[in-house]
């Protein structure tokens, strides 16, 4: 009887892989490599000062000298979830020194009771 966990489990990551697929996912936002712990900070203080708040349609350019990323945040649309403001937001990672893109991601934050803004994926 152990055999039914285990597929559930399956069945849960099968649907979560597909839906990353469907949203353009290219990578685990956490595990995307060659991108950096510091491209990722970089990427969200960017966005914290350049798009949240803003009207969809907004486009923030990043990069981080140090590993060379660099990439765009455009603010696709905006909505509401429990009562919280939310924002879909692309995120596009390009590789150091070129214009190949290493990453895409469509995410969606929400501004939380602290003022923050969280994943809510």
Not at 51 to 78: E, F
Request: net charge positive; aromatic share 6%.
């Amino acid at each position: 009887m152990r055999t039914t966990p285990v597929l559930v489990g399956l069945a849960g990551i099968a649907f979560a892989a597909a839906a990353a697929q469907a949203q353009g996912l290219t990578q685990a936002w956490t595990q995307a490599s060659p991108m950096t712990p510091q491209d990722r900070a970089i990427i969200l203080s960017t966005a914290d000062a350049q798009i949240h708040g803003r009207p969809p349609g907004t486009v923030a350019k990043w990069s981080n000298p140090d590993g060379g990323h660099s990439g765009t945040i455009t603010l696709l649309s905006k909505s509401t979830r429990k009562g919280m403001p939310c924002e879909r937001i692309e995120y596009r990672i390009l590789e150091p020194g070129t214009t190949r893109q290493h990453g895409r991601y469509v995410l969606t934050s929400c501004k939380v009771a602290d003022g923050s803004w969280k994943f809510a994926e």
